[in-house]
């Protein structure tokens, strides 16, 4: 569905994008973690989190064109935000877990932030597994609310599977693994004019 999509979009492109690995693990490259608690950013929840603990940030508002000074596209859930494309430091690219793309009404998906689609070069990015397409009968959107346990997350399947979405499925979720193996679900609930609003639980 979006390959045919995506050879077009690639090839738009005026840079060398990095190449995905694949594989659950997100690749063999990727370091381990060494953070412990998400970071300063609002609905972070604070310090001291546990094996099994949920961190939940909410509201996020994810830029549906590129260059908007006021929305962003790439996010991290070390530092809680989404970056305007202009402010996003060069050191942070490790932490940055998924970039928002929007191509049209009927494509838009989330994608590892040094995937062939992603406009910007972001250095020292990771690999992040994403699943864009989630059937119901999968996991309810519904059930995003109620999850408090990091243990409900790490039983998901995670796979990078090169879907997208349209407005008229809204809302959905979005599964995540980014480079630290670190799993996550984006809830995404509402289209405004200029960003898509989600609401992001991730594992820590």
Do not use: W
């Not at 397409?133 to 059930?143: E, G, I, L, R």
């Not at 979005?174 to 594992?203: H, W």
């Amino acid at each position: 569905m979006r390959k045919y999509f995506l050879l077009i979009a690639a090839i738009a492109l005026t840079f060398a994008a990095c190449t995905k690995e694949s594989g659950v693990g997100g690749g063999t490259n990727n370091p381990g973690d060494t953070t412990s608690t998400p970071g300063n950013g609002s609905g972070s929840g604070g310090g001291g989190k546990t094996a099994d603990s949920v961190v939940t940030f909410s509201d996020l508002k994810f830029s549906l064109t590129p260059g908007n000074e006021s929305y962003g596209r790439a996010f991290s859930s070390f530092k809680g935000k989404v970056y305007p494309d202009k402010e996003i430091p060069d050191t942070l690219g490790k932490y940055i877990d998924i970039f928002f793309n929007n191509f049209g009404a009927n494509y838009m998906f989330f994608a590892s932030a040094n995937d062939a689609t992603v406009d910007l070069k972001i250095p020292g990015t990771l690999t992040t597994l994403v699943r864009n397409y989630v059937p119901v009968d999968t996991f309810d959107v519904n059930a995003f609310d109620t999850i408090m346990h990091a243990s409900t997350i790490k039983k998901l399947t995670i796979k990078t599977d090169d879907q997208s979405f349209a407005t008229a499925d809204l809302p959905m979720v979005v599964f995540f693994q980014n480079g630290f193996g670190k799993r996550g679900i984006i809830k995404v609930k509402a289209l405004s004019t200029d960003y898509v609003i989600a609401d992001v639980k991730v594992t820590y």
